[in-house]
C-alpha cells in the first residue's frame, strides 16, 4: 500500500477545499430545523457549491443522486436527500464534500432537532467526544490503529459502539485514497503517520449495536437494532508536531 504525501503546494489546495466543505457544512448544519425537508438542504448544499465555482464531491460518485448525505435517526450513513421532512426530535447527520481545483475536501456533523432523549444526548456527545480523540492521537511516528483505538474506547466508553463496515479513508485528489481508516482496533499497529498524509477521519457510533444493514436503494447504512446512530468527520493532514484539522470552520 503506499499511502500519497502531500506536498505543501497540495496542501494549500486541500486547505482551500477544505474550507470550503466547512463552509457549507455549517451553513446546511444551521438550516437543519422541524418542517425542512432533506431535499432542500441538499439543494442549499448544490446551490452553495456551485456559487464557489466548485463542484459536489459525492454527485454521481458512483452512482450517488445527492450533493451531500443526510442520514436521520437509526441511519448510518449515505442517506437520499428528497422529501423527508425533519421532525423534532430528530437525530440529523450531514456528510459532504467538495472538489476544487483539484482536491477533495470532506467533513460531517450530526445535529439534534429539539432532542431530549439522554440517551441520544450521550451518544451524540460521545461520537463528538470520540473523533476529538482521534484528532489528538494523530502526530508523525503513531501508527494509523492509535487513531482507530482511540475512537473505539472513547465511544465504548460511553456505552456506545462503533459501525465496523465503513471506515475513514484517505484524501487528496481522490475522494477515497489510501490508508483506509477504521473505527475500531488494538493501538501500535498499521501504517506509520507521517507529515503530509491526509486523512478523513470519521468514527460512526450506534447507540445500541454495531451491526447495520444497507437499504434495498444500495445506498442508505442503517442500524439493524433501529436506534439512533451518529456520524462526526473531519479531514485532517498530518503535520509536523501534530495535526492540521483542515476542515475545520
Known sequence: MKI???????????????????????????????????????????KMIADMRARPSFLGYRGYPAAMCISVNDEVIHGIPGQRVIMPGDVVSLDVGVFYNGFHGDSATTVMVGVTD???????????????????AVRPGARLSDVSHAIETTAKASGC??????????????????????????????????????????PMVNLGRPEVSVLDDK????????????????TVAVVEGGVEVLSAV
Open 4 to 46: 500519497p504525501l502531500k506536498s505543501a503546494s497540495e496542501l494549500e489546495g486541500m486547505r482551500v477545499s477544505c474550507r470550503m466543505t466547512a463552509e457549507v457544512l455549517s451553513c446546511v448544519a444551521a438550516a437543519v430545523q422541524p418542517g425542512v425537508a432533506t431535499g432542500e438542504l441538499d439543494e442549499l448544499a448544490k
Open 161 to 202: 459502539s462503533v459501525v465496523r463496515e465503513f471506515v475513514g479513508h484517505g484524501i487528496g485528489r481522490e475522494l477515497h485514497e489510501d490508508p483506509q481508516v477504521p473505527n475500531f482496533g488494538a493501538a501500535g499497529r498499521g501504517p506509520m503517520l507521517r507529515s503530509g498524509m491526509t486523512l478523513a477521519i470519521e
Open 219 to 234: 445506498w442508505t447504512v442503517v442500524t439493524r437494532d433501529g436506534l439512533p446512530s451518529a456520524h462526526f468527520e473531519h
Open 118 to 136: 439522554p440517551d441520544v444526548i450521550r451518544l451524540v456527545e460521545a461520537t463528538r467526544r470520540a473523533l476529538s480523540a482521534a484528532l489528538d
